[in-house]
């Protein structure tokens, strides 16, 4: 099964930040462009910084969190299929 889905619903799962945090041990990130208040691109660039704000870490871990916790019904009968 494949699903598309937006930019903006994966940055707002807190996917996208799960992900950069990972990305960030060997120096990428996935990066995305806004235009008009929408996501319209994202692309993978090398960077320099590592790891991101207690803050920011706090939200990615809040939205991951939720985002298991409102699919793992669904995630769990995928993952049996």
Do not use: C, Q
């Amino acid at each position: 099964m494949i699903k598309e889905k937006s930019l903006k619903e994966f940055r707002e799962s807190g996917l996208f930040w799960l992900v950069n945090n990972t990305l960030h041990v060997f120096g990428w990130a996935l990066v995305m462009d806004l235009e008009d208040g929408e996501y319209v691109r994202m692309y993978p660039a090398r960077v320099k910084f590592r790891g991101f704000s207690e803050l920011i870490n706090t939200d990615g871990y809040i939205k991951v969190s939720k985002y298991m916790k409102e699919n793992a019904e669904e995630l769990e009968k995928e993952a049996k299929e």
